[in-house]
């Protein structure tokens, strides 16, 4: 099944260097404390992606990772912002301001005219914090020799907050190449001579992960073996306790097993931190007055517990990939506090949360402390349940919301899958769960058609999660919208789409009939939306499902368990139906 994909930020290192030097400005004008620290680790993240798309677009010219001069430039800023949130942290997230000398250099430096950066997703989805690595290294025992191997992307950053917590040099980082399974390190002479002097000392290894083969991690330490790196010397700075997946060669679980692995964990790192400084629950306080408990993890579905009153009546979810988030009680009150991004990730969901609370759409909004977002649980709400409202007021309310977002959040069209991409991954999940014959039904949409579709488009950042249980229904009658920020920026492949994407996604979650499908079409016109073209909005439904049937079905087969597994299995199996059926129509 295909349903991720990867994000990146095509343009000018320029751009990178404009955004770091606004977040420094914001940040030595800023008091100390908890907003000042979240800047600076935002700068950082920033430089990261910076860096890794300098020394990307020397390996795409060149074939091989090779220092250069401008890379040199471009880790030096990353090591000053590094050692800088480093000390903020250990400083109770009161650090001093960075100097603007490193960034100084490297705007004035030679560099590549354009540059692919991509997202980190530690940092965007999965709460991973450079000031975790940070403190694994200082727990470590290892010594300031160390060589740094960032393995980009988000190696690199996280490399440099490694080497910043040692007191070691400037990481060196290497991109490995080949199938996702079985990669390898491609390198110059300059950076072969690199990592043979440091293959001759201790080195650790910094990258998230590992994943389902662990082979990038495996890339790393094949290299290094090869150049007389004894595994007692070589140490791992992993993002989880877990083993590589499935897909691991023997040599590398190996390599694993003897290797030394250093992580300070999600729950050690800010639920249970000795410095009260790095408590979640301080920074909530911060925001909303002391609590009156404990925070209250809702993660990985656990939040259904307080929707639904039979387990029975669950939603399907898919815990791995669900953000991390708790309730909080405060003044009687109960709020959510969600995960939603570091650095300017967290910071455009923030500003998408109040515009859409403004708008009446989504509950109201505390705040965002350091890439978790603060908004009202709405405790006296209920989902939305299966014939609970009308469907033409269902509609009219559905259509409101899409032409707010259509007009609120527009995107640029290479922020989302293109037509044929969609329909690429459409034809394979449908060749995979109905056969061939069935995936036959997307030969209608050749280049030509998809190409004159593709001129009718108007991308913005879709919601893309429209099921009932996103719904949630008020005592008066009214809805209010559900995790609505920003799925359209997730890893999967689907990204900022025409708003007919979201359409086609309201009539197979809602079950609307057609007068009703038809009814969000004449709200969005008379907001001033162009609606649906119809060709269109008959592809957006079928790769939507598709899309669907892929997700569910990843999901069950991705150590879900027993129970969650049968109700992604059945969500899957009805996707699959309703996409076999469209599909046998349209042939």
């Known amino acids: 099944m295909l ?12 751009a990178w260097i404009a955004r770091i030097e606004a977040a420094l400005r914001a940040q030595s004008g800023a008091p100390p404390g908890l907003a000042r620290h979240a800047i600076l680790v935002g700068s950082l993240i920033e430089a990261g992606e910076l860096a890794q798309g300098i020394a990307d677009a020397d390996l795409a010219a060149r074939g091989e990772d090779a220092p250069s001069g401008a890379q040199d430039l471009a880790t030096a800023l990353l090591m000053a912002l590094a050692r800088a949130a480093w000390h903020s942290w250990r400083a109770g ?36 914090y450079p000031e975790g690595y940070g403190a694994a290294a200082a727990g470590s025992g290892l010594p300031p020799g160390t060589t740094c191997l960032g393995i980009r992307s988000i190696g690199l950053p996280l490399a440099a907050i490694v080497a910043a917590a040692l007191g070691a040099r ?29 293959a001759r000392g201790e080195v650790a290894i910094v990258d998230e992960g590992p994943g389902l083969s662990g082979s990038s991690f495996g890339a790393a330490s094949d290299a290094l073996a090869a150049r007389g790196a ?30 030394r692995r250093h992580l300070v964990p999600f729950e050690r790192l800010l639920l249970d931190a000795e410095n009260p400084a790095h408590r979640l629950a301080g920074w909530v306080s911060g925001l909303l007055g002391p609590l009156d408990g404990p925070l209250e993890e809702v993660s990985g579905g656990a939040w259904r517990r307080h929707h639904f009153a039979r387990e029975a009546d669950w939603p399907p979810v898919n815990a791995q990939l669900e953000r991390r988030k708790f309730l909080a009680r405060a003044g009687g009150a109960t709020w959510l506090v969600k995960f939603v991004g570091l650095g300017p990730t967290g910071e455009a969901a923030l500003a998408r949360a109040r515009r859409l609370h403004a708008a009446g759409f989504t509950p109201p909004v505390a705040g965002l402390v350091h890439g978790f977002l603060v908004e009202r649980w709405l405790a ?9 409202l009308a469907p033409l007021p269902l509609a009219e309310a559905v259509g409101r919301y899409l032409a707010f977002r259509a007009a609120a959040f527009p995107a ?21 769960a109905l056969g061939e014959e069935a995936a036959r039904g997307f030969s209608p949409y050749g280049a030509v058609r998809l190409a004159a579709l593709g001129e009718r488009r108007r991308p913005v950042r879709v919601d893309a999660r429209l099921q009932p249980w996103e719904w949630l229904v008020l005592p008066d009658g009214s809805l209010r919208k559900a995790d609505a920020l ?9 990204g900022c789409q025409d708003i007919a994407w979201d359409v086609a996604g309201a009539r197979v979650e809602l079950d609307l009939p057609s007068a009703a499908a038809e009814r969000i079409g004449a709200v969005l016109a008379a907001a001033g939306i162009r609606p649906p073209d119809p060709d269109l909005l008959g592809l957006h439904t079928l790769c939507y499902l598709a899309f669907r049937l ?32 469209l599909l046998r129509e349209s042939r």
Do not use: K, Q
Not at 97 to 118: H, M, T
Not at 172 to 194: I, K, Q, T
Not at 381 to 388: E, V
Not at 424 to 429: E, G, I, K, L, S
């Open 230 to 259: 004894g595994p007692e010397r070589l140490a791992f700075f992993p993002s989880h306790p877990g083993e590589p997946g499935p897909r691991a060669a023997p040599r590398h679980r190996r390599a694993w097993a003897r290797a």
């Open 412 to 432: 640029d069209p290479e922020e989302g899958a293109t037509l044929p991409d969609l329909v690429a991954m459409a034809r394979h999940n449908a060749a995979a």
């Open 486 to 494: 920003d799925h359209h920026a997730g890893h999967d492949l689907v």
């Open 380 to 388: 006296e709400a209920r989902p939305l349940r299966p014939g609970a």
């Open 3 to 14: 349903v991720f994909g990867d994000r990146a930020r095509e343009g000018d290192p320029g």
């Open 93 to 128: 997230c009161a650090g001093a301001p960075v100097a603007p000398g490193p960034l100084a250099a490297l705007a004035g430096a030679a560099l590549p005219a354009r540059i692919s950066g991509r997202r980190a997703e530690g940092f965007a989805f999965y709460a991973l």
């Open 170 to 198: 400037a990481p060196l980082s290497v991109r490995p190449v080949g199938h996702p399974f079985d990669r390898r390190l491609a390198l110059g002479p300059g950076a072969e001579r690199a990592l043979a002097e440091a």
């Open 550 to 581: 892929g997700a569910c079905t990843l999901a069950a087969e991705s150590g879900a368990a027993p129970d969650e597994a049968l109700r992604l299995r059945a969500a899957a199996a009805a996707c699959a139906t309703r996409l076999d059926r």
